[in-house]
């Protein structure tokens, strides 16, 4: 598989626990944001996304939250499952300007 | 892969030579966006297009050179390879560049020696 995985922060997180994983964004005009799910071997995968006129957005199993005061976005994920285990990336945007990735967080489950 | 594909998947080159890399498209979407893919620094931005013959920089765009003929394709070209640009390369494409979401495509390992 790839190892775009090196040098990442990581969460290990047992099993049927819930996972929250962090990110902070740098440019205060971004008003779109996105959490990718990334696989060994695999493209980016999108997860969830929420505009800055929301502070939270749910989907299934998984909610974002969104603090525009300090800049910080989070993903979590319920009842974590060994499926859940992955490089997460988050992703700020804003009008014309392409999406800016942050570096990505390991997520390991353990069994 | 929402209709995107990379050829070739794997590639194995030698400094000096040229390679270019492809990108295709069946989602008629109007953004397409290449990046590497590099331990320790996620996914960075090399080149991307807003339309057909449109293209503009990324942050890492020394040394590629892109070109968009047609909606569909978009070609990412090393002029003369070298071992730094050994890595993983993405495409991806999207209806807005910074406000919807960007679809992405299985990846191309490219190998410079």
């Known amino acids: 598989g790839e190892s775009v995985g090196l040098h990442l922060p990581t969460l290990s997180v047992q099993e049927g626990d819930n996972s929250i994983i962090n990110c902070a964004y740098s440019?205060?005009?971004?008003?779109?944001f996105i959490w990718y799910k990334q696989e060994s071997g695999k493209g980016p995968q999108f997860i969830i996304d929420?505009?800055?006129?929301?502070d939270k957005r749910q989907g299934q199993r998984v909610t974002v939250l969104l603090n525009k005061t300090v800049k910080h976005l989070s993903l979590q994920i319920a009842a974590t499952q060994p499926g859940d285990s992955a490089v997460y990336f988050c992703?700020?945007?804003?009008?014309?300007?392409?999406?800016?990735f942050g570096k990505g967080t390991r997520l390991s489950v353990i069994a | 892969d929402a209709g995107i594909t990379q050829s070739p998947r794997h590639k194995v080159t030698e400094t000096g030579t040229p390679v270019t890399l492809r990108c295709h498209q069946t989602?008629?979407?109007?953004?397409m966006y290449w990046y590497r893919q590099d331990p320790g620094h996620g996914l960075r931005l090399i080149h991307y297009?807003?339309?057909?013959?449109?293209?503009d920089k990324g942050e890492v765009s020394d040394g590629y050179s892109v070109s968009r003929s047609k909606t569909e394709d978009f070609l990412l070209t090393l002029e003369s390879a070298t071992s730094s640009q050994t890595s993983v390369y993405f495409c991806a494409i999207s209806d807005s560049a910074g406000t919807y979401e960007q679809f992405f495509g299985p990846g191309t390992r490219l190998t410079v020696l």
């Open positions: 440019n205060s005009a971004s008003d779109y």
């Open positions: 297009s807003y339309g057909v013959k449109d293209t």
């Open positions: 992703a700020e945007g804003a009008g014309n300007t392409p999406l800016v």
């Open positions: 989602e008629n979407h109007r953004y």
């Open positions: 929420i505009r800055s006129n929301m």
